[in-house]
Nanobody, 115 residues
């Protein structure tokens, strides 16, 4: 049974930084491509950063150069380092498999960026 637990969100001023973490359990973590998704208020959930099991990364244009995704296979943890945050980065952040998410989602972690 897949469990994904996100943490690390908070309230930050524009230009600030946050580091999100997602601990996965119930899966063979190292074989999956994983990513961070964001759901902004009133919008659909979107994929903002991802990595493949082979080590390549990909970013949405809106976060490229500011966000960095990484992982620790031994800890079954996915990280998202976010820098130079903007108000439009506000939303609930979730981790999950890509391109097809697992049916179970975590509770997410709220990121709020004030201007």
């Amino acid at each position: 049974q897949v469990q994904l637990v996100e943490s690390g969100g908070g309230l930050v001023q524009a230009g600030g930084s946050l580091r999100l973490s997602c601990v996965a359990s119930g899966i063979a973590f190292s074989i999956y491509d994983m990513g961070w998704y964001r759901q902004a208020p009133g919008k659909q959930r979107e994929l903002v950063a991802s990595f493949t099991s082979r080590g390549s990364t990909n970013y949405a244009d809106t976060v490229k150069g500011r966000f960095t995704i990484s992982s620790d296979n031994a800890e079954k943890t996915v990280y998202l380092q976010m820098t130079n945050l903007k108000p439009e980065d506000t939303g609930v952040y979730y981790c999950n498999r890509t391109p097809r998410p697992f049916g179970a989602w975590g509770q997410g972690t709220q990121v709020t960026v004030s201007s």
